[in-house]
């Protein structure tokens, strides 16, 4: 892999709502940024839960093509158990990383330290880095934990953007609601975007 290479680090936790990461990881590829992908072990299940696509490492190509409904130039995957890949050193060239969405236990292991896979390692590093890392909590109500815990990772530098979709946008269906929260985080890494219509305020009068 080359090293000039400088890919996003999109990392999917077990939590419902694999199609945010796919809608963020078009996002991606549409801008011409490449995508480094890692996939947790719980987050599998969920996939095919949700999607129908049994994530398999061995043709992850092929299973991410079913997945994204697009071809996967740019983008490269990482298996979480591999703790020696690219994304777990700081001297690789990574521009930052998201985590979407990430379940309570991600949260956690994060805001820990834990480093128990290779998600959690690659987001310590990228906050040890100083680079951003974006946090898409999904679930809730929030016990006072996962509380603590968003708070720790916000005062270490992470952006914690919950997945919380709005409706101004005249969103109608539930792509478009997905959008919107994609959107919003690709704002969030400065990530250029037509995945919602912007707010642009009324007029008085009008």
């Known amino acids: 892999m080359s090293l000039t290479r400088s890919p996003w680090v999109v990392g999917v936790s077990g939590a419902s709502g694999t ?9 991606l590829l549409d801008a011409g940024a490449p995508v480094d992908l890692v996939i947790s072990r719980a987050a599998r299940l969920t996939l095919l839960d949700e999607t129908g696509v049994s994530w398999n490492d061995a043709n992850w190509a ?4 079913r997945w994204l409904g697009r071809d996967v130039d740019g983008l490269a995957h990482w298996s979480p158990a591999d703790l020696a890949a690219g994304p777990s050193s700081g001297s690789y060239p990574a521009a930052g990383m998201i985590v ?3 379940s309570t236990d991600a949260v956690a292991g994060i805001a820990l330290g834990l480093s128990k896979d ?15 890392l974006v946090v898409v909590p999904r679930e809730m109500p929030l016990a006072r934990a996962t509380l603590s815990h968003l708070l ?12 919380s979709p709005a409706f101004y946008a005249d ?3 539930v792509q478009q609601l997905i959008d919107f929260v994609a959107g919003k985080i690709l704002d969030a890494i400065g990530i250029d975007h037509t995945l919602f219509a912007r707010w642009t305020g009324r007029l008085r009068g009008s």
Not at 19 to 27: H, K, L, S
Not at 62 to 65: L, V
Not at 118 to 132: D, H, S
């Open 19 to 27: 199609g945010y990461a796919a809608a963020v990881i078009r996002g």
């Open 171 to 173: 969103s109608r269906e």
């Open 152 to 163: 720790t990772l916000a005062e270490a530098g992470a952006v914690v953007a919950p997945a």
């Open 118 to 132: 290779l998600l959690q390692r690659a987001a310590g590093v990228t906050l040890k880095e100083g680079r951003r």
């Open 62 to 65: 092929e299973r991410a093509e």
């Open 100 to 102: 979407v969405p990430a």
